[in-house]
């Protein structure tokens, strides 16, 4: 199995994994013969320009800065001749601003389009009337500020050399192309499966106390995701939550929860009900090798400890969701992207 999928499957499926004698009941839909439609080169393509994207280096330069470069800036924001709060950058490391990136209020940007590194420019500006601080919503104010440095943005050439040294299971371009191109073929295909399936079955009966199990689950799982996050910030948990999860409130948050449980739950009940009319088993051989292969991919140094941490359970319900997939992407009529 690909590691890839692998941690797409172990990313939800450790969490909410589906439980074994389910008592509820569903009726699922055809399975055999889905239309699934393969990526396309330009989803490929995409795929790449954002990987190189994020090896991206910004050097400095010696020249004027333009839009779309990074400049290193040190400011004080002054309303009527007095620094105002929040507005003053002072620190030894200064603050880095893609030109172009809309980040500060209209004017503050442009304003810095051809400054020079030890440059220092006074930006008179007014804040937008509904600005969310309503001292400053509408006021003129000066920005004083000093540019430090000016970084260019130079993004890698995807070429041989460049995969070898980051991807060097796959050292050729070729060869990592058409392995990204599979991998993400595989994903929208769970996807579009997943999506299918969940549109043509319906359930008679949730076993509501493992509905109830998986909301918790998921509400320590997101929860864990907020606080990691926002101890980077300093943020408190409920902060944490509105504010990298979306959520308006924690109720908000708990009850979106609620319901996502049923979905997972439904998912879940699917899968198993699939497995039991074809057969599908994970044999010990199997989970064995699978076991070995995830702990060497999340790092762990033996499969007992992976075992430990994550559940036995819960590991052979992700491999078992895995093949079950598997069997469906085999028996689907696949057409490929132009």
Do not use: H, W
């Amino acid at each position: 199995m690909k590691k890839k999928l692998m941690a797409v499957l172990l990313a939800g499926m450790m969490v909410l994994a589906a439980g074994c004698g389910n008592k509820g009941k569903v009726s699922i839909g055809e399975y055999k013969g889905l239309a699934l439609t393969s990526v396309s080169q330009a989803d490929v393509d995409a795929e790449i320009a954002t990987m190189l994207e994020n090896m991206a280096e910004y050097v400095e330069v010696e020249r004027a800065a333009a839009d779309g470069d990074t400049v290193n800036i040190n400011y004080t924001g002054l309303l009527n001749g007095e620094a105002f709060e929040g507005g003053t950058d002072d620190s030894e490391t200064g603050f880095d601003l893609v030109l172009g990136s809309n980040r500060f209020i209209d004017g503050f940007e442009d304003g810095l389009i051809g400054a020079v590194a030890g440059e220092k420019r006074d930006l008179d500006l007014t804040f937008p009337e509904n600005y969310t601080n309503a001292d400053l919503a509408g006021k003129a104010v000066v920005f004083q500020v000093t540019v430090n440095a000016v970084k260019e943005k130079r993004v890698p050439e995807f070429n041989d050399e460049l995969v070898a040294e980051k991807v060097p299971e796959y050292p050729t371009v070729e060869t990592y192309t058409e392995a990204l191109r599979e991998n993400m073929n595989q994903t929208t295909y769970y996807e579009q499966v997943t999506e299918q399936l969940m549109a043509s079955s319906e359930v008679q009966k949730y076993n509501e106390a493992e509905v109830l199990l998986r909301k918790e689950r998921l509400i320590a799982e997101y929860t864990s995701y907020a606080e990691y996050y926002g101890s980077y910030y300093g943020l408190d948990t409920e902060t944490a939550i509105t504010y990298f999860l979306g959520f308006g409130s924690m109720e908000a948050f708990e009850e979106e929860m609620g319901k996502y449980a049923y979905e997972v739950e439904k998912n879940a009940m699917i899968i198993e009900e699939i497995a039991k009319i074809e057969g599908i088993e994970v044999s010990d051989d199997l989970y064995a090798t699978e076991v070995a292969e995830m702990a060497e991919y999340y790092g762990y140094e033996t499969a007992e400890e992976f075992e430990e941490a994550n559940g036995k359970d819960n590991i052979v319900n992700s491999i078992l969701s895995e093949l079950v997939m598997d069997f469906i992407i085999d028996n689907a009529v696949i057409t490929e992207a132009q």
